[in-house]
């Protein structure tokens, strides 16, 4: 089993949609879970982190984390064509660098 | 302007002609990391640095070699490319862990370079 499983698999929704996205994960020891975004020809660049379980809100994004059931999502409200990117997820356990990454959703938002 | 810079952005090699690509950052960070990323396997780490003259493997490290001399500088090393490294990669730095729950964890990317070898 991968240590994060996130379904690459690309998302086209109608502008103003909300998009809904996820990973799934396998070490219990994370604690750490950050969603990046990265444009094309661009470097990921962090849009949310969340630390534990619980949700977090900022503007039209909200990430959510399960640590029971090992599960993180992120939505996007309102979803705009600027929002049109690809969204990696990714987690580290405490005192530890590394990321551990999901293969990201490469996700079209249609006007 | 806090950033991780990257040369070159992009470059065209042949098989075996050592080439190097630099990483800086002046954020002042202990930490860090190469990165490549390919379609359908994602972003997977070569090597990181933990601080200068402190450097380690990471997921995929065959064929590559780094340098930690000096704390702003990364360099990623391939001594004898393959077309198997032809790839999209990505410096990245980071403070080191924090005691608190402060976010310290979180990696800021450079703009990454394209490899292609031939």
């Known amino acids: 089993q991968k240590e994060v499983e996130q379904d690459p698999g690309p998302l086209s929704v109608p502008e103003g949609a909300i998009v809904s996205l996820n990973c799934t994960y396998s070490?219990?020891?994370?604690?750490?879970f950050m969603w990046y975004r990265q444009y094309s020809r661009k470097g990921p660049e962090l849009l949310m982190y969340?630390?534990?379980?619980g949700n977090k809100e900022d503007g039209r994004f909200t990430a959510q984390v399960d640590k029971s059931s090992k599960y993180i999502s992120l939505f996007i409200r309102d979803s705009q064509p600027s929002d049109s990117a690809t969204y990696l997820c990714a987690m580290s356990a405490r005192g530890n660098n590394r990321l551990a990454f999901g293969k990201g959703n490469q996700v079209v938002v249609i006007p | 302007e806090a950033q991780v810079t990257q040369n070159p952005r992009y470059l065209i090699t042949v098989t075996g002609k050592k080439l190097t690509v630099t990483c800086s950052q002046n954020?002042?960070?202990?930490?860090m990391s190469w990165y490549r990323q390919d379609p359908g396997l994602g972003l997977r780490q070569i090597y990181y640095?933990?601080?200068?003259?402190?450097?380690d493997k990471g997921d995929v490290p065959e064929g590559y070699k780094v340098s930690r001399k000096e704390k702003r500088n990364f360099p990623l090393i391939l001594e004898s490319p393959s077309p198997n490294q032809t790839s999209l990669y990505f410096c990245a730095s980071s403070p080191q862990p924090g005691l608190a729950d402060s976010g310290q964890e979180t990696q800021y990317f450079g703009p990454g370079t394209r490899l292609l070898v031939l």
């Open positions: 640095s933990m601080n200068v003259e402190v450097t």
């Open positions: 954020m002042n960070h202990e930490y």
């Open positions: 070490n219990s020891a994370f604690q750490y």
């Open positions: 969340t630390y534990s379980s």
